[in-house]
């Protein structure tokens, strides 16, 4: 049984309660926020028997495992290295920072600390990425050629401004997905090694609230992506091969046990259906692999999970995409 601190009484932390409400492998036993009134009534909602105000005081109960960081991700870094120096694994949700600097600093607090720690993307964690993987590595699609990403959500009204804006709250979930892309059918060091340029528009509060990026890595495989929290509820993600097409039937970053799945479509006419009977929504496989990551001593996911290195390189690629749009 994994014993759950939650740091935030957010909506996110609304679904990560959800998740573990369902699991019998993992409890919420505590909670941390600045509200007494919101915290005592997630307490009543959730069955949780103990309420903090501060990360410091989550990670300080001794019957508390791991803890969750449901805050807004310009605190990411503080309430993570709190929870990894007091011996609890984390998850922390995405972003894992806002910048280069704050995320290499917390992956080394991680290493130094032997703790079990994961960035929370957490449609990745979902059975049919695995899927995904294993059809990338097949010979029969052909070698990668171009990645089209785009998510489009009206949400900035609602995020916290320091947040820094649809690159950490949007982009970073296609940014992402080409990384396991690119990885899975190009080799792990393909990904680092690239150019890009990018466009972006600045919304009231000075966050950059549409861009889009064209990324051509080192061997000569491009991409285009595009995120925007200022409207629209849309996604798209396509995989184009030297033999077909693979584009996702249903929203990628929300998979769950009936909308999941995607079609590969050959140039020659040929058609694949692909989905996974898979009960639960992401924020439960999440769990589960967080579970299984602890039972087995892991100090990072397992793929298609976002591994601590490659939440550093894409803090490196959502950073460098900021500062081509100025």
Same mark, same amino acid.
């Given at each position: 049984m994994s014993k759950w601190g939650i740091a935030g009484t957010g909506f996110i932390s609304h679904a990560m309660l959800g998740a573990i409400a369902r699991r019998e492998g993992s409890e919420a036993v505590a909670l941390s926020g600045r509200s007494a009134e919101t915290r005592v009534e997630l307490q009543a909602q959730y069955g949780i028997r103990t309420g903090v105000e501060t990360v410091a005081e989550l990670a300080a109960l001794p019957d508390v495992d791991a803890i969750y960081i449901g805050l807004p991700n310009h605190l990411h870094r503080e309430a993570s290295e709190v929870?990894?120096?007091a011996g609890k694994a984390v998850l922390c949700e995405k972003s894992l920072t806002t910048t280069y600097e704050d995320a290499k600093a917390l992956v080394d607090t991680a290493a130094s600390s032997g703790q079990f720690c994961v960035e929370g993307?957490?449609?990745l964690a979902h059975p049919i990425y695995q899927t995904l993987v294993d059809v990338l590595r097949s010979e029969d699609i052909g070698e990668l050629r171009h990645i089209t990403g785009f998510y489009a959500a009206d949400i900035w009204q609602v995020v916290n401004p320091a947040g820094k804006g649809t690159l950490y709250n949007l982009g970073c979930y296609p940014a992402f997905l080409m990384q396991m892309v690119v990885q899975a059918m190009c080799g792990e060091e393909v990904f680092s090694a690239r150019d890009l340029t990018?466009?972006?528009?600045v919304n009231e509060d000075g966050n950059i609230?549409?861009?889009?990026?064209?990324?051509r890595f080192g061997n000569g495989v491009l991409a285009s992506l595009h995120s925007t929290d200022s409207y629209g509820m849309a996604h798209e993600f396509v995989i184009a091969t030297t033999k077909g097409t693979i584009r996702f039937d249903h929203n990628p970053w929300l998979p769950d046990a009936e909308?999941?799945?995607?079609?590969?479509?050959?140039?020659?006419? $040929?058609? +694949?259906q692909y989905s996974e009977d898979a009960p639960g929504d992401a924020f439960d496989h999440q769990l589960e692999m967080v579970e299984a990551s602890l039972a087995t001593g892991l100090t990072q996911?397992?793929?298609? $999970?976002? +591994?601590?290195q490659d939440s550093l390189e894409i803090m490196r690629f959502l950073n460098d995409w900021e500062a081509a749009c100025a």
């Open positions: 929870a990894l120096a993307l957490m449609y990018a466009k972006g528009n609230c549409d861009a889009a990026v064209s990324v909308a999941n799945g995607f079609t590969w479509r050959g140039y020659d006419g $040929s058609e +694949r996911a397992p793929r298609p $999970s976002p +591994r601590i």
